[in-house]
């Protein structure tokens, strides 16, 4: 299964979405003209889930009304399982059930991949599985969120993985050689951090105010070498061998060119991949992972 290196993520297109998101969910013709765009620049597949609002629906109609479906491939999810406490007849029912939901909105006969959507359902992976043999979907995967499960995607035979990786996100770096290793496909999203590496400073919550030292320095890594923090966040990523696709969403289509343009130039230089590598910090998880943002966000409103 091919996908391409850049691939399209569409939550925004169901959902408002990212702490650097001024614009909310864009209109549905906004939505329609960012699929085009991506067709045209070599962009062949789309991620969404289930749990992006309406997203999926968006999706369908556009590319019926673009006349893509057969030309574009599109990543679901299947939704949480954990604490539903299912038998496996239970659970295959659901996940039979949640792919021809998704494939019913998508308005399309096959899913590119799926992906257990919450990474403590790993053990139903199995059952995903059975859907490649019954043409529902190309390949059965998962999305991470931590590194806790990285030794058994690869005990388990895993070849679809889509995990957080940026400039400031270590966390995934002694996986990325055992996924190399055994013919993993990993799919990365958060290269800008939801916005967090490339938002104006003074837009930063103080609940991440620990980033910005960090950011400085890379901000001035990015000017001596006469690049755009967008550049280096992007570029940095591509220079990992491991990465296969580089998930990124977009508020509008000269976003996606703009991506496009970057990706184009190639991996960083070894040097400056290795400068950027060792001006960060190991940071604790509060900062680079978005899961916790909302509950600092929430606490600080519930105490207001």
Known sequence: M?????????????????????????????????????????VNCLDTSPNYGDSEEVLGRALSELGLKDKMQVISKIENMGGLNLSDREAEKHIVESVETSLKRLKIERLGACLIHVETDIQYVGILKKLETQGLIGGAGISLDTNQYCDDIIARGIKYVQLPYNILDQRFDAFFPKAQANGVSVFTRSVYLQGLLIMPEDKIMPDLSEV??????????????????????IRFVLSNPAVSSILTGVDNAN??????????????????????????????????????????????????
Not at 23 to 32: D, F, I, N, Q
Not at 279 to 304: C, G, M, Q, T, Y
Request: proline share 5%.
């Open 2 to 42: 091919f996908f391409s290196k850049l691939m399209l993520g569409t939550v925004q297109f169901g959902l408002n979405y990212g702490i650097a998101n001024s614009a909310g969910k864009p209109s549905y013709e906004t939505a329609r003209d960012i699929i085009k765009a991506a067709f045209e620049c070599g």
């Open 212 to 233: 910005i030292p960090v950011r400085r320095r890379l901000e001035k890594l990015a000017a001596d070498a006469g690049l755009s923090m967008t550049e280096l966040c």
């Open 255 to 304: 976003q996606l060119w703009q991506n496009r343009q970057l990706l184009e130039k190639g991996p960083l230089p070894e040097t400056l991949f290795q400068e950027v590598k060792e001006a960060v910090p190991r940071l604790a998880e509060n900062i680079i992972r978005p899961f916790f943002w909302k509950k600092n966000a929430d606490d600080v409103w519930n105490k207001s």
